[in-house]
């Protein structure tokens, strides 16, 4: 079993529409968690970073992680074209700086 | 600030032979990591370096090895290429004082016949 677990997709989502993309783990040490966006043949893209749980807002993107149920999410308000994508978790002990990630989610807004 | 930047961009050799891929980081970053991108395993780590120095590494053979200069820039290398190599190699750099945000650069496609 992966130490991360995510839906690899495909997503298709009208323009506009609230995205939600989640992810779940085992490994009860991670402390640090992050959303990448990866865009075709480019690297990862830092979008959100969080510390244990809790929210945090940026703009239209809300991370939230249950480390109780070992769950995170990803919400996009008012998703537009430019953010299709694939969408990446990634997650980290306090022991180190290796990320663990998951299989990412592919996204595709229709205008 | 310039981002993270890995040469050359794109590759192919072919199987037996050897490759190195090279990395600098954003200035004054100090730790370097390497991970390797497929389509079906994802993104998963190969090691890390911090001050010239291995502080991590991944569940990959010998043949993947790396280094880390005193400028911070690191190069990687892959011996007696195989056809599972074929991949999306990409390096991160972080400060490197701790668990901080690692900023990735556009990776290399290396592509093994």
């Known amino acids: 079993q992966k130490e991360v677990e995510q839906d690899p997709g495909p997503l298709s989502v009208p323009e506009g529409a609230i995205v939600s993309l989640n992810c779940t783990y085992s490994?009860?040490?991670?402390?640090?968690f992050m959303w990448y966006r990866q865009y075709s043949r480019k690297g990862p893209e830092l979008l959100m970073y969080?510390?244990?749980?809790g929210n945090k807002e940026d703009g239209r993107f809300t991370a939230q992680v249950d480390k109780s149920s070992k769950y995170i999410s990803l919400f996009i308000r008012d998703s537009q074209p430019s953010d299709s994508a694939t969408y990446l978790c990634?997650?980290?002990?306090?022991?180190?700086?290796?990320?663990?990630f998951g299989e990412g989610t592919q996204l595709t807004v229709n205008p | 600030k310039a981002g993270v930047t890995q040469t050359p961009r794109y590759l192919i050799k072919t199987r037996g032979q050897q490759v190195t891929l090279s990395c600098s980081p954003i200035?004054?970053?100090?730790?370097v990591s390497w991970y390797q991108q497929t389509p079906g395993q994802g993104l998963q780590f190969l090691f890390e370096?911090?001050?010239?120095?291995?502080?991590n590494k991944g569940n990959f053979p010998g043949r993947f090895s790396g280094r880390q200069f005193s400028n911070s820039r690191s190069e990687m290398n892959v011996s007696t290429l195989e056809l599972g190599d074929s991949a999306l190699y990409l390096c991160?750099?972080?400060f490197g004082q701790g668990m901080e945000t690692q900023y990735f650069g556009p990776g290399t496609r290396l592509l093994v016949l």
């Open positions: 200035s004054g970053h100090r730790s």
């Open positions: 370096y911090f001050s010239e120095t291995q502080r």
């Open positions: 990634a997650m980290s002990a306090p022991s180190g700086s290796r990320l663990t």
């Open positions: 969080t510390y244990s749980s």
């Open positions: 991160a750099s972080s």
């Open positions: 490994n009860s040490a991670f402390q640090y």
